[in-house]
Nanobody
Framework: QVQLVESGGGLVQAGGSLRLSCAAS????????MGWFRQAPGKEREFVASIRWSSGSTSYTDSVKGRFTISRDNARNTVYLQMNSLKPEDTAVYYC????????????WGQGTQVTVSS
């Protein structure tokens, strides 16, 4: 059974940094794409970043390019989202997700971690 457990959220001032972690378990993820999504109050969930576990190739939504970095640690089976130069509009619940590389939709989700950026 796949389990994704996020951690690292919190309250930070604008311009600050946070690093989110997603501990993945339950299978070998070498054929998976791992993603980070976020959902702000009153808004739809949106894609933030993704990484293909095997190759390390990454993708980002435009609003976080140059500020956020997604990475993975094979030994720890953990995916990270380093968030720098945070803005109040980054405030949201951040979710870790996984999908098999050949599938379009992310089928596995974590419980989410709150990130709040104060101005």
């Amino acid at each position: 059974q796949v389990q994704l457990v996020e951690s690292g959220g919190g309250l930070v001032q604008a311009g600050g940094s946070l690093r989110l972690s997603c501990a993945a378990s339950g299978r070998t993820f070498s054929s998976y794409v791992m993603g980070w999504f976020r959902q702000a109050p009153g808004k739809e969930r949106e894609f933030v970043a993704s990484i293909r576990w095997s190759s390390g190739s990454t993708s980002y939504t435009d609003s976080v390019k140059g500020r956020f970095t997604i990475s993975r640690d094979n030994a720890r089976n953990t995916v990270y989202l380093q968030m720098n130069s945070l803005k109040p509009e980054d405030t949201a619940v951040y979710y870790c997700a996984a999908r098999y590389f050949a599938y379009e939709n992310f089928g596995f989700w974590g419980q989410g971690t709150q990130v709040t950026v104060s101005s």
